[in-house]
């Protein structure tokens, strides 16, 4: 398997910046997803890197550098309806599936 | 609109009963996924499919089965094997087998609890 890690819980207040980090390791690096996920809901897509560097996306951003087998993920303006899991998920072009490994999640706590 | 579709989203089984649970997807997708979920722990991988009548164990298939007779459906079933089986249950498509260049689309889940 991947080893893919990230800080389980993170707090900020509305109207910050927050970064969520994600380091992995994985023999065939064919990208890297993040994911958010409300409560008792599915995993709905944010954002996809592949080559190195930083993909904006209004609010959201995400970074990779494969060189050191690191991502984040930057939220600004924050707002409560960010309190969600962020999952971190790699894939990995040794398997035939091309399947994603997914991270434990990050629990993100915004408050008022 | 295209999605997929998971039902129930609650179930409760009681112990030694086999329960199946539904994913169905509209999106022409070639690859479906089961994975489960435990608070603190990342999604786990069951079983997976490529093709119809193709299926393959992932990392934690023991006490589980599943089919793939029609490309648009992946039902997993939950059987009395399963010595844990409370959980959340997450089913994905992808395309081909492309879910390194595409990702994954998941269904709303499960929740499955024994009683």
């Known amino acids: 398997g991947q080893n893919i890690d990230q800080p389980t819980e993170m707090t900020a207040t509305e109207g910050a910046i927050v970064q969520i980090n994600c380091t992995y390791q994985t023999s065939g690096f064919n990208g890297l997803f993040w994911y958010q996920q409300h409560a008792g809901e599915a995993p709905t897509f944010l954002s996809y890197n592949v080559l190195d560097g930083l993909e904006e996306k209004g609010r959201f951003s995400s970074f990779l550098s494969r060189s050191k087998g690191y991502s984040y993920l930057l939220l600004k303006e924050l707002q409560m309806k960010d309190s969600a899991s962020y999952l971190c998920a790699v894939a990995d072009r040794g398997s035939t599936l091309g399947r994603l490994y997914f991270g434990r999640g990050t629990q993100l706590t915004v408050w008022p | 609109d295209g999605g997929i579709t998971q039902s129930p989203k609650y179930l409760f089984r009681k112990e030694g009963q086999n329960v199946t649970l539904s994913c169905e997807q509209n999106?022409?997708?070639?690859?479906m996924y089961w994975y489960r979920q435990d608070p603190g722990q990342g999604l786990r991988l069951i079983y997976y499919?490529?093709?119809?009548?193709?299926?393959q164990k992932g990392d934690i298939a023991e006490g589980y089965s599943v089919s793939r007779e029609k490309k648009e459906s992946f039902p997993l079933t939950v059987t009395s094997a399963q010595k844990n089986p409370t959980a959340f249950y997450l089913c994905?498509?992808?395309?081909?087998?492309?879910?390194?260049?595409?990702?994954?689309?998941f269904g709303s889940g499960t929740r499955l609890t024994v009683v």
């Open positions: 499919s490529q093709i119809v009548n193709d299926f």
């Open positions: 994905a498509s992808s395309m081909g087998q492309g879910a390194a260049n595409y990702g994954y689309t």
């Open positions: 999106l022409n997708h070639d690859a």
